[in-house]
């Protein structure tokens, strides 16, 4: 058996999609609601939020650290399956 | 402007290029079999898998073009930052695993792996070849126009030394030196940019951009007058406005006799500086180009354009001029004090316009007095000012742009590639992870550097895409030198892989797949390196042809015909049983066949490639992503459901 292919067996590649799929919806909301601000209400992003910073800024550097922290949750689950198939294949 | 070449600059870039070749050549040996050309044997780990998908992504038109629209517009450019980066969640989430499990060497193969059909190989060749053409134009006509100002050669020479580096990568070890040298200038780029973030937030923001480096000390400062002062003193030296001057906001006064001897002023609309409800009046620079015959002679400000004694040049731009509370400079400021601050400033930016009266033509370049927070909300660029408008049209503009940079990412040929470089699905997973870290780090720096351009006193009034590596300079030659030259280093990752892409195409979808030519393994490398020159030849030539194009918005149109010629193919057949090839084949050819007519019927293309009145374009906006991708989906489902199995 080989120690690294668990995440490339069927049911772990579904639930990873399966999770993957959500998450992707949870950033499109966030995307979709940004290009809104951006198109119909482009002074609502002056507003200050963050210590002094606009909206259109906050908003912004939001989407790409939200990136990264939606790439890191999925990272946690999709370990999470992985660990999950090793146990049920060893039992 | 007119530069001096930097010795430096072509030193440390010839280092960079010797180190890549060396490397290339090293790795020569490993990659003698096909999976070792198109995919490196699936052999590279994943970090390095990480960064090299920044190396690859990071374009000359990420990193100049984004700088130099933040520096001139605010916070336009950084639209693209953020559409580029979310890009990558839609690589991640929806597109890597499976297209890791199911392809070998292209994603042609993923299309085709449950079907087994010439007529997807052949769309799916077709789509990538264009694709990566599209986007080849810009980063070879990129390459030329940087490598005057930089290094200080021709733009044909610049366009042919990035083609035969580039060419001689990837012939030598295919997708293994490919990876190393994206590997290297992702790794660069993100360090020094952070290293000049760093000395931007640390000398942090003043009035006075002459105190703070030598270059800034030719910096053109805003000079204001009333009205009724400049006419006094000019007397009957005022040009009374004629021709195409009338009622523009310009006052000229003759200082010498000749076109060329008129100084011009601006009107300065502005909150700040108005005394007794009178506007202010700003002075300008100028470039006069007088033609004689098949001569053309230029003045700038008044003098023979040049950098000789008696011979004048424009002179570097855009300053903050006033911070509130008052103060002269803040000192070092952390990274939110530096937007929150210049919010709230006073800044002085500059844009140009052209008047043509018989043989002389006259471009006044002039200073606009902004508050800082209209810099930094979107629409002050005229790419996106019609986000601030009522048009619906102009604001479903923007938002076709952002769907497709969004789109788009996922759905170019030569990031794709990248997926078979390493052994399994959950490197494939990982690596993404890293290349959004590094890329979305990157993206976040280009608002820092764009804005400290804007605000340094070293930008050329004449040529945004100098931005950044004029900030660069003015923290001194050695930083403008690495700066350079990592720009300049920045193309030929892109390069690489894009020929990369195309090479896989043509070798391994249509000749072997398609067409179904016999061939070994060693003929099948041969194929791709042969193709590799090939397309090579082609990018150079297309290069040298499209010099005088506007490039910037040739990246926007291929994430638009990427989006819509494969993003359908992909997401669908990942998620719908009911998918049929021939669904699969229409739809690609719907997706690229519309979003390509759709961009050369739009107004852009009508007023920068046909030189026509972009009012008569024949589709109502240039963006066509927010119509030809769904179109792809619709083209996809109607066919598939028509050709299914009965």
Redesign the interface.
């Known amino acids: 058996m080989s120690t ?2 668990h ?2 067996h069927p049911e772990v ?1 579904a639930a ?2 399966r999770a ?2 959500v ?2 919806f949870v ?1 499109l909301a966030a ?1 979709a609601g ?2 809104a601000l ?3 209400a ?2 609502a ?2 507003t ?1 939020v ?5 909206l ?2 906050t908003y ?2 939001g ?3 939200g ?2 922290v ?3 949750i ?2 946690w689950i ?1 370990g999470r399956n ?1 660990k999950l198939a090793t146990r049920e294949a060893g039992q | 402007m007119i530069y001096q070449t930097s010795y430096t600059a072509v030193g440390v870039f010839a280092f960079f290029v010797a180190v890549v070749l060396g490397i290339s050549f090293y790795l020569g040996a490993r990659a003698k079999s096909a999976s070792g050309y198109y995919a490196a044997h699936g052999q590279i780990p994943w970090f390095v898998n990480g960064v090299a998908f920044a190396g690859d992504y990071l374009s000359a038109a990420s990193f100049l073009g984004i700088c130099g629209m933040i520096a001139f517009y605010g916070y336009d450019g950084f639209l693209y930052s953020i559409g580029y980066l979310a890009g990558w969640i839609v690589a991640l989430l929806v597109i890597a695993e499976p297209l890791k499990r199911l392809g070998k060497f292209t994603f042609a193969d993923a299309l085709d792996s449950k079907f087994n059909s010439r007529g997807i190989k052949l769309a799916a060749a077709i789509s990538t070849l264009v694709v990566s053409i599209f986007y080849l134009i810009p980063q070879m006509v990129g390459a030329g126009t940087l490598i005057k100002p930089l290094l200080g050669f021709s733009h044909q020479s610049g366009v042919v030394v990035v083609g035969v580096v580039v060419v001689l990568i990837v012939v030598t070890a295919g997708m293994v030196s490919t990876t190393w040298v994206q590997f290297i200038k992702g790794a660069l780029l993100v360090i020094f940019c952070t290293i000049l973030t760093a000395m931007i937030l640390c000398r942090g923001i003043m009035t006075d951009p002459t105190a703070s480096s030598a270059t800034a000390r030719k910096h053109f400062p805003l000079a204001t007058f009333h009205r009724h002062e400049l006419e006094t003193r000019a007397g009957d030296r005022l040009i009374p406005p004629a021709g195409p001057w009338v009622d523009k906001p310009y006052l000229r006064v003759e200082e010498r006799p000749g076109p060329e001897g008129i100084k011009v002023y601006r009107e300065l609309p502005n909150a700040f500086l108005q005394i007794d409800g009178e506007e202010a009046w700003a002075e300008t620079q100028t470039l006069v180009e007088v033609r004689t015959g098949a001569q053309t002679r230029r003045f700038v400000n008044g003098l023979p354009h040049g950098s000789q004694p008696g011979e004048g040049d424009f002179r570097p731009v855009g300053h903050v001029e006033m911070l509130f509370p008052d103060r002269n400079e803040t000192g070092p400021v952390g990274p939110l004090t530096y937007l929150s601050t210049l919010e709230r400033a006073g800044i002085v930016t500059w844009a140009s316009d052209k008047f043509m009266e018989g043989t002389v033509t006259t471009t006044i370049f002039y200073p606009k007095l902004v508050r800082g927070s209209d810099m930094l909300t979107p629409g002050s660029s005229p790419t996106f000012s019609g986000v601030r408008s009522d048009s619906l049209l102009k604001k479903l503009d923007f938002l076709s742009l952002m769907i497709a940079l969004f789109a788009g990412t996922a759905s170019l040929p030569h990031i794709l590639i990248r997926y078979y470089t390493v052994k399994d699905q959950a490197s494939a997973r990982k690596s993404t992870v890293v290349g959004i870290a590094s890329i979305g780090f990157f993206y976040i720096l280009t608002l820092y550097l764009g804005l400290g351009a804007m605000t340094s006193g070293t930008l050329d009034p004449t040529n945004n895409n100098m931005a950044a590596p004029l900030l660069a300079r003015s923290f001194g030659e050695l930083p403008f030198a690495v700066i350079s030259a990592i720009a300049f280093t920045t193309v030929l990752g892109t390069v690489s892989g894009l020929i990369m892409a195309a090479s896989g195409a043509v070798a391994h979808d249509f000749l072997a797949n398609f067409l179904r030519i016999e061939m070994n393994d060693a003929t099948k490398v041969r194929a791709g390196k042969l193709t590799a020159i090939v397309v090579g030849v082609i990018a150079m030539v297309l290069g040298i042809l499209f010099e005088k194009f506007n490039v910037s918005f040739l990246v926007g149109w291929a994430f638009n015909v990427a989006a819509s010629a494969n993003l359908p193919s992909l997401v669908m057949l990942l998620f719908w049983r009911g998918t049929t090839k021939q669904g699969i084949t229409a739809a690609i050819f719907a997706g690229l066949g519309s979003s390509l007519a759709w961009v050369l019927a739009s107004g852009e293309a009508y007023k920068n490639v046909y030189g026509l009145d972009p009012a008569s374009a024949l589709v109502p906006f240039s963006q066509p992503g927010i119509v030809t991708i769904p179109l792809g989906f619709a083209v996809l489902v109607a066919v598939s459901w028509l050709t299914r199995a009965r």
């Open positions: 690294t292919s995440d490339d590649s990873n999609a993957g799929l998450l992707f950033y995307y940004f290009m951006a198109a119909f482009p002074q992003m002056g200050p963050l210590a002094g910073v606009n259109a800024i912004g550097m989407l790409i650290v990136a990264l939606v790439a890191a999925y990272m999709c992985a």
